[in-house]
């Protein structure tokens, strides 16, 4: 079992920064590949950046890409997401994922593939 605890959510205005983090801890949570989701009120939950087990493969929905950047911290039990240039349409709860893939090299859009899953954070953008 691997367990998620995501922080570094809050209120920040348009063009400004955050950066969320990914705590994991259990069994060998750095051989996981991991993930972030958010799901905006009213909307479906989407996928937003993942990260291989290596660091080497990244991920991102296109809304994100050149703003957001995700990294494993140097313990890679942790991982982070850099959040830059935020629009209000970014507010939203994001979610953490891990699944333990077949190859450190692997990294996946997919929902459905990720079995662990944290709380979640917030993040608001105001205009």
């Known amino acids: 079992q691997v367990q998620l605890v995501e922080s570094g959510g809050g209120l920040v205005q348009a063009g400004g920064s955050l950066r969320l983090s990914c705590a994991a801890s259990?069994?060998?949570?750095?051989?996981?590949?991991m993930g972030w989701f958010r799901q905006a009120p009213g909307k479906e939950r989407e996928f937003v950046a993942t990260?291989?087990?290596?660091?080497?493969?990244?991920y991102y929905a296109d809304s994100v890409k050149g703003r957001f950047t995700m990294s494993r911290g140097n313990a890679k039990n942790t991982v982070y997401l850099q959040m830059n240039s935020l629009k209000p349409e970014d507010t939203a709860d994001y979610y953490c994922?891990?699944?333990?893939?077949?190859?450190?090299?692997?990294?996946?859009?997919?929902?459905?593939?990720?079995?662990?899953w944290g709380q979640g954070t917030h993040v608001t953008v105001s205009s």
């Open positions: 990260i291989s087990a290596s660091g080497r493969t990244t």
């Open positions: 994922t891990g699944l333990r893939a077949y190859s450190r090299e692997y990294a996946t859009k997919s929902s459905n593939e990720y079995p662990y």
């Open positions: 259990g069994r060998t949570s750095s051989d996981y590949a």
